[in-house]
């Protein structure tokens, strides 16, 4: 018989939210793989917790090496409890090559549902939850960030992502250029921690807010785009959401195209206010 894999959710702050079964799972499993083994020995103090079987590291750096060992041991009937340093395994963690190898192996994945920064910065942030996509961690450089932005810059849904506090002013500021200042989000710092905060507003304001430092782990979550028809959008939006998409690397008959597309109108009528504006200044 095959053995069976167990994503288990951890704690994304305080260790009281550790599910029950987490604890009885880690005394089970034949091997646990965990992404920092340091922070394992931490959390199975904290929750008075012996492991028997064997802990091995399960990190970005070793992800490829590590998974076929694992999948041979899964394929020999062990039981392997994948474990990250905080929520759960796969999301923006290590997880989906071992997933997706044990799948392909025919091999039992389960989980032990666990903390969730996503879910409870979206239930806390105030906005609609009712569709919503995550995004995950933007990229660290600008253009490529801009790029990433403009591609949703449309979307309907609820957006929420992951960012390191000391690029969240460079976020936001980006993400006011390409979603517009006004837009509303929330910025949730040390979720479920003793200092837990909350910042909603428009993201103009939020930059701002960001300059001054922000420390501990980070998640934004950002409103949908508003519908909009013709009427809705001045000449003055049009050329913003043109430059926008020059300054991301698009031609500007591309990106006067794809605003039209966007806003319902002829291309024809953002080209003249892309020209008007031109020659305006």
Do not use: Q
């Not at 018989?1 to 079964?21: F, N």
């Not at 103090?45 to 750096?61: I, K, N, P, Q, W």
């Amino acid at each position: 018989m095959t053995g069976t894999l167990v994503l288990a959710g951890t704690p994304i702050g305080d260790i009281a939210d550790a599910p029950p079964r987490l604890v009885a799972e880690l005394e089970g499993a034949d091997i646990v793989a965990a992404e920092d083994t340091r922070r394992l020995r931490g959390l199975t103090r904290a929750l008075g917790v012996h492991t028997t079987g064997r802990v091995v590291s399960y990190f970005e750096g070793n992800e490829s090496a590590r998974t076929p060992e694992l999948v041979e041991a899964l394929a020999g009937g062990a039981r392997v409890l994948l474990v990250t340093d905080a929520g759960m395994p796969s999301v923006s963690d290590p997880g989906y090559r071992l997933v997706a190898a044990a799948v392909e192996a025919d091999i039992k994945v389960t989980a032990v549902p666990g903390p969730s920064a996503v879910l409870t910065a979206l239930a806390l942030s105030g906005l609609p939850v009712d569709r919503f996509c995550f995004e995950g961690f933007l990229p660290r450089k600008a253009g490529e960030r801009l790029g990433r932005l403009k591609e949703v810059a449309a979307e309907r849904r609820t957006l929420v992502y992951f960012e390191a506090p000391h690029r969240l002013d460079d976020t936001l500021d980006a993400m006011a250029e390409v979603f517009g200042a006004e837009r509303r989000a929330a910025v949730c710092r040390e979720l479920t921690k003793t200092y837990e905060e909350v910042k909603r507003g428009p993201l103009g304001e939020l930059a701002a807010w960001a300059k001054e430092g922000v420390r501990g782990e980070i998640t934004v979550v950002v409103e949908g785009a508003p519908e909009t028809g013709p009427e809705e959008l001045d000449a003055a939006e049009l050329v913003r959401r043109v430059r926008v998409r020059e300054e991301a690397g698009e031609r500007r008959k591309e990106a006067i195209a794809a605003v039209a597309a966007e806003a319902g109108l002829p291309k024809r009528e953002v080209f003249d206010a892309v020209v008007a504006a031109k020659n305006a200044s």
